[in-house]
């Protein structure tokens, strides 16, 4: 199928699933917040929130790739790792959280409002190897990264002028399939288990890509829909364009350059090994003494002495000024709640009458998302036509 026809197909199913007034409801939202992108979201069973992009459905999540990979595995599992090359990784990953704990707007927004940060989430968009797929809630931002290569060489994208026709995959992925929803607690993993929202972070990357993330283990299986459709020059120009020559969402910020030296980092702090090797033991590597040796066949050295990644100075002082002339006010006017009630049950008032007893809530619960995608999908059980089931 064409590109073309791949659009019509995928606007006629969110026509198609859009539940009576909801359409409605979010043109009043727009007109009042143009700037509206985010939803606060609350996490059934503790105090996390998550932002999650705003969207009609999340019955389908989106992802693009310029060509078809067999399996379709995140770039922890992609070639032959030994445990302890491995074990590197999680090292490196370990060592990014700690450098995302002391940016000023993690440290003193998100971490005291209980905001979700899905640090692996991040570390992927960063470049870092981990378990995770990268997935957006806006199929246009997918078929942005199955129509425009990426250069690794300059870490940016570029668009097709080779005259010549191309075809790309868009893959749909529903968490209803994917998430380990079972029990009486099931809706409350809809969008809380393998896959979940990474959604607007401290970092301007994972918001742009309307982003959600997949965590895969070694031995997963994800079902989605692969659709492979042929685009010509000329499309891909145009999706090159409409994102800014691809820097509306491959944005560089101040944790690009620490996160391209985490990449290759080879000198730890031992903290960073105790918290590394209390998360992800090694099996076959129980003693200390085991595990340094095998580190230090990579030229992986640990000390007492190795600085922790850190933000400069001049780096916090700049993030400070940039929130309080106009960062602050920018993320405040992108996140939306919906309130909603919850009946409590009914009683008999002083007149005679029966009410019900409301008790209402904030925000919505995953739960309550799930259970408005539920109506959606016995409505509209079909996804767009085109595709074929495979499993990633």
Known sequence: MSLDELKIALDDY??????????????????????????????????????????QSYLYLFRGQETIYHPCLPTLWRGEHSDIELFL?????????????????????????????????????????????????????????????YDRQNDCYTYHNDGKKHTGILYMVAPFRNNRMFGSDALKKYLNDRIHPIGLQPFARPGAQRGFALHIDRNDKTAAVQYEFTF??????????????????????ELTEHAWTIRTQKTFNKR??????SRFPIEKLKSRNRLKQALRSLHVTVSNTVPVSRFSEAEIQSICIKWDNGGSDRFIRS????????????????KGVLQKKLKKLPRRSISQIADIDMLRLVMHPDCPGGGKGVWL
């Open 232 to 253: 010509t020059c000329e499309n891909s120009k145009a999706y090159y364009d409409k994102y800014e020559q691809g820097t509306a969402l491959w944005t560089m910020d």
């Open 335 to 350: 996140i939306s709640k919906r309130t909603v009630f919850i009946n409590e049950g009914d009683y008999i008032d002083e």
């Open 14 to 55: 969110m026509k198609a699933s859009c539940l009576p007034a909801e359409e409605c409801m979010m043109e009043y939202s727009r007109q009042h917040n143009p700037y509206l992108e985010f939803e606060e979201v609350q996490d059934d069973d503790s105090e996390r929130i998550f932002l999650i992009p705003v969207s």
């Open 89 to 149: 990784e999680r090292l490196r990953l370990v060592e990014f959280e700690h450098l995302i704990r002391q940016h000023p707007v993690v440290k003193h927004i998100f971490i005291p409002n209980h905001y979700f940060i899905d640090y692996e989430g991040l570390a992927q968009h960063y470049g870092l190897l981990t378990e995770v797929l990268d997935l957006t809630s806006d199929p246009d931002i997918a078929l942005f990264f199955a129509m425009c290569p």
């Open 272 to 277: 960073i090994l105790d918290e590394t090797l």
